[in-house]
């Protein structure tokens, strides 16, 4: 694994793009300038602003915006606006031996994509954490959520708990007890299943596999969970973390009220029987506040203390 350079204040941030828009250009504007008071300094091309339908730009736009944030020697870390979707459009005009050097690249949702992709093409950690605009209280960056990111892409934040407070560890559950190490990888189900026998799926032997998605029926999570049991790729992994898969309570009583499987039932079912511990409800996912997860880190997973345990830095550190 080759881990980027840890962020500095002063650092230069690049914002890309690569998979939906933002909602609207004032909201990003205002998002752009609560950041930079974080210490840090921001740049980005037009490619950002781009629209087309459900797109921030055609494909190609996406594709050279992205090879050009990694070559930049002028940036230290890039950061995606929004998820949405589009990243899996652009892996194949991505030139992956353009980039070269690690730089803290973040993002989650749709952004699954390009972390996996990164790590199979050219061996880079990268971070599962805040985008742009996703993630703001007030017009601005979640503060607890980015106090959590910048820890780890500072290099603050080196060994011990991965959850910590503010975040509230009573939340998580244990669905199979025990304790297993390797190296943190995974992200939105969907978009992990939809990479499935593509170049850019990485190999989980080994991994502790992070879960997470949203706006999903319990059946469908079903069908993605056994997609991943016939592929073969459940049977390899050390250990499963599941982040909050936003199952609401009225969600729960309607799927009992007419005899359907609940989310809770769905995951006894289909992981709870593979030999590996299992943590489920973890605070990541499309909530805020959420932690970051450190894609290729090594971790210990103790469901004892329902907490991930940080083996090494996941930034370079002088």
């Known amino acids: ?5 840890a962020l500095r204040p002063g650092d230069t941030i690049r914002l890309i793009a690569p998979s939906s828009p933002p909602n609207d250009r004032s909201s990003l504007e205002l ?23 459900y797109l921030a730009g055609s494909d190609e736009e996406r594709a050279r915006d992205f090879e050009a944030a990694f070559s930049d020697d002028y940036t230290d870390a890039i950061l995606c606006v929004r998820g949405g979707y589009g990243a899996t459009r652009i892996l194949g005009l991505i030139d992956w031996d353009l980039i070269e050097e690690p730089k803290v690249f973040m993002g ?6 390009l972390h996996c992709a990164l790590w199979k093409k050219c061996g880079f950690s990268s971070f599962s954490g805040p985008v742009l605009t996703s993630d703001l ?3 601005k960056p979640d503060p607890v959520s980015w106090e959590h990111a910048l820890s780890l892409i500072s290099g603050e934040r080196v060994k011990g708990n991965l959850i910590c407070e ?3 560890l009573s939340h998580s559950t244990a669905l199979v007890p025990g304790t297993s190490h390797g190296r943190l990888m995974g992200g939105n189900l969907s978009l992990l299943c939809s990479l499935l026998g593509t170049p850019w799926f990485p190999n989980f032997k080994n991994s502790i596999l992070f879960l997470e998605d ?6 469908r999570i079903d069908r993605y969970l056994t997609q991943l049991r016939n592929g073969g790729i459940l049977e390899q992994v050390a250990g499963i973390v599941l982040g909050d898969f936003r199952y609401s309570d009225v969600q729960r009583r309607n799927d009992r009220q007419q005899g359907l499987q609940t989310m809770e039932e769905v995951f006894q079912d289909r992981l709870t029987d593979l030999g590996v511990p299992v ?13 970051t997860i450190p894609f290729g880190t090594l971790v210990i997973l103790d469901c004892d203390q ?3 345990l940080l083996q090494e830095s996941s930034v370079m550190v002088d």
């Open 1 to 5: 694994m080759e881990k980027p350079p």
């Open 31 to 53: 998002a752009i300038t609560a950041l930079k008071e974080f210490g840090y300094r921001l740049k980005y091309s037009d490619a950002i602003f781009g629209h087309s339908g």
């Open 108 to 113: 989650f949702s749709d952004i699954t994509a």
């Open 137 to 139: 209280s007030d017009d």
């Open 166 to 168: 503010p975040f509230n």
């Open 214 to 219: 949203v706006g999903e029926s319990p059946y």
């Open 279 to 291: 943590l489920s409800n973890a605070p990541f996912g499309h909530i805020k506040p959420k932690i």
């Open 306 to 308: 329902r907490n991930l």
